[in-house]
Antibody, heavy 122, light 108 residues
Framework: EVQLVESGGGLVQPGGSLRLSCAAS????????MDWVRQAPGKGLEWVGR??????????EYAASVKGRFTISRDDSKNSLYLQMNSLKTEDTAVYYC?????????????WGRGTLVTVSS | EIVMTQSPATLSVSPGERATLSCRAS??????LAWYQQKPGQAPRLLIY???TRATGIPARFSGSGSGTEFTLTISSLQSEDFAVYYC??????????FGQGTKVEIK
């Protein structure tokens, strides 16, 4: 089955760190760019960042709101995507989705996980 | 940052009727626009990319149109499973992909 499954969310204090994982299956993970998108409770969607594939040297990009605090990485041998989140703020509270970028449209997302909730609170 | 504005915020439609959702960009995004459907507790689902191309497996009752700053998602005959929140997203201004705030389509 083609799917993405996120894990690693939870409650963390402001200033703390958390590492999210996304396990991919059913498709050639290594070929695709992969992104993280988040959704604060009751709010809309916000793009977080991207990792490209090996052909593009695994380069990464980040939204201004997380740049310098979040790091995206991947392990193609494990079909896994990661999001290391440091210096967390209350405004980082959200459901975090990993999303696949299709070959046909590198700006859209054609496969999403069910998300993992990150709550930043004291 | 390109701001995406969706209207209306809520659309009340009867099953079988046509629904027309709008998305406006604060500056031109060419045809670099996607639409997503999200149901409560679920991940978003890609409907349309390139402003008018249906994603794999999306029924023909969903259609997208527009370019530049004005875009429309039309659902020709609403089915019960279509009641959801719909988001537009621009991907013209890399690396600042931005989404609209969403339009909720509810049963009238």
């Amino acid at each position: 089955e083609v799917q993405l499954v996120e894990s690693g969310g939870g409650l963390v204090q402001p200033g703390g760190s958390l590492r999210l994982s996304c396990a991919a299956s059913g498709f050639t993970f290594s070929d695709h760019y992969m992104d993280w998108v988040r959704q604060a409770p009751g709010k809309g969607l916000e793009w977080v960042g991207r990792t490209r594939n090996k052909a593009k040297s695994y380069t990464t990009e980040y939204a201004a709101s997380v740049k310098g605090r979040f790091t995206i990485s991947r392990d193609d041998s494990k079909n896994s995507l990661y999001l290391q989140m440091n210096s967390l703020k209350t405004e980082d509270t959200a459901v975090y989705y990993c999303a696949r970028v299709p070959y046909s449209s590198i700006g859209s997302f054609d496969l999403w996980g069910r998300g993992t909730l990150v709550t930043v609170s004291s | 940052e390109i701001v995406m504005t969706q209207s209306p915020a809520t659309l009340s439609v009867s099953p079988g009727e046509r629904a027309t959702l709008s998305c406006r960009a604060s500056q031109s995004v060419s045809s670099n626009l996607a639409w997503y459907q999200q149901k409560p507790g679920q991940a978003p689902r890609l409907l349309i990319y390139g402003a008018s191309t249906r994603a794999t497996g999306i029924p023909a009752r969903f259609s997208g149109s527009g370019s530049g700053t004005e875009f429309t998602l039309t659902i020709s005959s609403l089915q019960s499973e279509d009641f959801a929140v719909y988001y537009c997203q621009q991907y013209n201004n890399w690396p600042l992909w931005t989404f609209g705030q969403g339009t909720k389509v509810e049963i009238k």
